[in-house]
C-alpha cells in the first residue's frame, strides 16, 4: 500500500526567503507526482505535475522535483510572499489512475 | 469551461438527516472521484467513475453513502442517517480519458458538511 509523507508538517519564515518542501513515498512505481496548493477551507489547486520520466518541472517561483529510485520529491518556492501561506500536498496516482495518495500536507506561514 | 464545480459550498444539517451533494466536473472529463478530507489531514478516496460506471469504492464508503453519475455527466453524493464524524470536507475532481502519467487531476472547491 502507497503511504506519502510530508515534511515538515509547518513551516513558519519570513517573506522573502526560499524554502523546500519534502514529500516521500513508500512505492517508487509511480507514474507521476501531483503538488497541489490548499487555502483554509477551499478546494485543491494544482501546481504541478511531474511525470515519472521528468526529473524537474517548474512553474514561476515554484520548482518541483522527483527523484523515483529514493521515493522523494521536493517543491522549492523561491522569494517566498506572504499570498503563498496556504497548505501544500503532494499526491501520487494508484497503478489504474483511479485513486491519489495523499501526504497530510505541510502548512506554510509566511509573515509580512 | 470553468473548472470543476461543486454545490453546495457548505451544509450544516442535525445528525440523522439525508444530505446530497452535486459534482459537475470538466465536461470533456470521463473520469469523476470523490475525496473526503478532515481536519488536518489529506484527502482520502471514497470512490470514482468512468462515465457512468462506479468502478472502485473506498472501505471508508459505508452503506450509508451513495454515490451516482447518470448519463455520465454530473455526479451525486448522498449520505443517509448522517453522524457527526460524517463532518468533513467533501472534494470532487475529474481528469480526461486518457488518464495516464501526462495528466492530472483537477479538484472543485469542495462541500464542507458540518453534522450538529
Known amino acids: 500500500k502507497q503511504e506519502v509523507t510530508q515534511i515538515p508538517a509547518a513551516l513558519s519564515v519570513p517573506e522573502g526567503e526560499n524554502l523546500v518542501l519534502n514529500c516521500s513515498f513508500t512505492d517508487s512505481a509511480i507514474y507521476n507526482l501531483q503538488w497541489f496548493r490548499q487555502d483554509p477551507g477551499k478546494g485543491l489547486t494544482s501546481l504541478l505535475l511531474i511525470q515519472s520520466s521528468q526529473r524537474e518541472q517548474t512553474s514561476g517561483r515554484l520548482n518541483a522535483s522527483l527523484d523515483k529510485s529514493s521515493g522523494r520529491s521536493t517543491l522549492y518556492i523561491a522569494a517566498s510572499q506572504p499570498g503563498d501561506s496556504a497548505t501544500y500536498l503532494c499526491?501520487?496516482?494508484?497503478?489504474?489512475?483511479?485513486?491519489?495518495?495523499f501526504g497530510k500536507g505541510t502548512m506554510l506561514l509566511v509573515s509580512p | 469551461d470553468t473548472g470543476v464545480s461543486q454545490d453546495p459550498r457548505h451544509k450544516i444539517t442535525k445528525r440523522g438527516q439525508n444530505v446530497t451533494f452535486r459534482c459537475d466536473p470538466i465536461s470533456e472529463h470521463n473520469r469523476l472521484y470523490w475525496y473526503r478530507q478532515t481536519l488536518g489531514q489529506g484527502p482520502e478516496f471514497l470512490t470514482y467513475f468512468q462515465n457512468e460506471a462506479q468502478l472502485e469504492k473506498s472501505r471508508l464508503l459505508s452503506d450509508r453513502f451513495s454515490a451516482e453519475r447518470p448519463k455520465g455527466s454530473f455526479s451525486t453524493l448522498e449520505i443517509q442517517r448522517t453522524e457527526q464524524g460524517d463532518s468533513a470536507m467533501y472534494l470532487c475532481?475529474?481528469?480526461?480519458?486518457?488518464?495516464?502519467?501526462?495528466?492530472?487531476?483537477?479538484f472543485g472547491s469542495g462541500t464542507r458538511l458540518t453534522v450538529v
Open positions: 475532481a475529474s481528469s480526461p480519458p486518457t488518464g495516464g502519467p501526462n495528466y492530472g487531476y483537477t
Open positions: 499526491a501520487v496516482p494508484s497503478s489504474g489512475y483511479s485513486t491519489l495518495t
